[in-house]
T-cell receptor
Framework: EAQVTQNPRYLITVTGKKLTVTCSQN?????MSWYRQDPGLGLRQIYY???????DKGDVPEGYKVSRKEKRNFPLILESPSPNQTSLYFC?????????????FGQGTRLTVV | GIQVEQSPPDLILQEGANSTLRCNFS?????LQWFHQNPWGQLINLFY???GTKQNGRLSATTVATERYSLLYISSSQTTDSGVYFC?????????????FGAGTQVVVTP
């Protein structure tokens, strides 16, 4: 089954304690990206990747890092989390084709930083 | 960047009623998708519909790309249809997987 898998689904952590949210897709997609969803602000892109070792900032990259060492994985790293990073996070992937194809989203990770 | 507007922002329906949700976008798009966010926060992909019409059970969608809008139809609504419906687009100038989401339509279906 085609899917994007995020882990963990729920996480409560303390300010300053480094954490990683993993994202893995099984569709051999080139494009992957991370979004955060906040009340009143909607979903906003954090980082995206067009392929292995190619990443770039989205609209709200401050406080986040990403890496793309393998095609299937695109982890989101918070080196020093702060309470304003409390949010619902989504990972997405899409194939790079001449005719654009649909994007697949993970189940979401609800992060609380206290 | 591309602007996405959804209407109405809120919708209260009685079970069995039909409804139409609208998504307007400000520029040409390569991709348009409709999502349903359930009460647990999961984004469920309803339609990939950059143009044309599709149907899936009680739901259907139409996108008129030349006029820059898309419609999502819910027929014979059920309580399980409650949640937030999002329209998301990839603009032609942002074709590398960057979605711009609308603010959503909050739907409540009452028994």
């Amino acid at each position: 089954e085609a899917q994007v898998t995020q882990n963990p689904r729920y996480l409560i952590t303390v300010t300053g304690k480094k954490l990683t949210v993993t994202c893995s897709q099984n569709m051999n997609h080139e494009y992957m990206s991370w979004y955060r969803q906040d009340p009143g602000l909607g979903l906003r892109q954090i980082y995206y990747s067009m392929n292995v070792e190619v990443t770039d900032k989205g609209d709200v990259p401050e406080g986040y890092k990403v890496s793309r060492k393998e095609k299937r994985n695109f982890p989101l790293i918070l080196e020093s989390p702060s309470p304003n990073q409390t949010s619902l996070y989504f990972c997405a992937s899409r194939a790079k084709t001449v005719v654009n194809t649909e994007a697949f989203f993970g189940q979401g990770t609800r992060l609380t930083v206290v | 960047g591309i602007q996405v507007e959804q209407s109405p922002p809120d919708l209260i329906l009685q079970e069995g009623a039909n409804s139409t949700l609208r998504c307007n976008f400000s520029d040409s798009v390569n991709n348009l998708q409709w999502f349903h966010q359930n009460p647990w926060g999961q984004l469920i992909n309803l339609f990939y519909i950059p143009s044309g019409t599709k149907q899936n059970g009680r739901l259907s969608a139409t996108t008129v790309a030349t006029e820059r809008y898309s419609l999502l139809y819910i027929s014979s609504s059920q309580t399980t249809d409650s949640g937030v419906y999002f329209c998301a687009v990839e603009g032609e100038t942002d074709s590398w997987g960057k979605f711009q989401f609308g603010a959503g339509t909050q739907v409540v279906v009452t028994p």
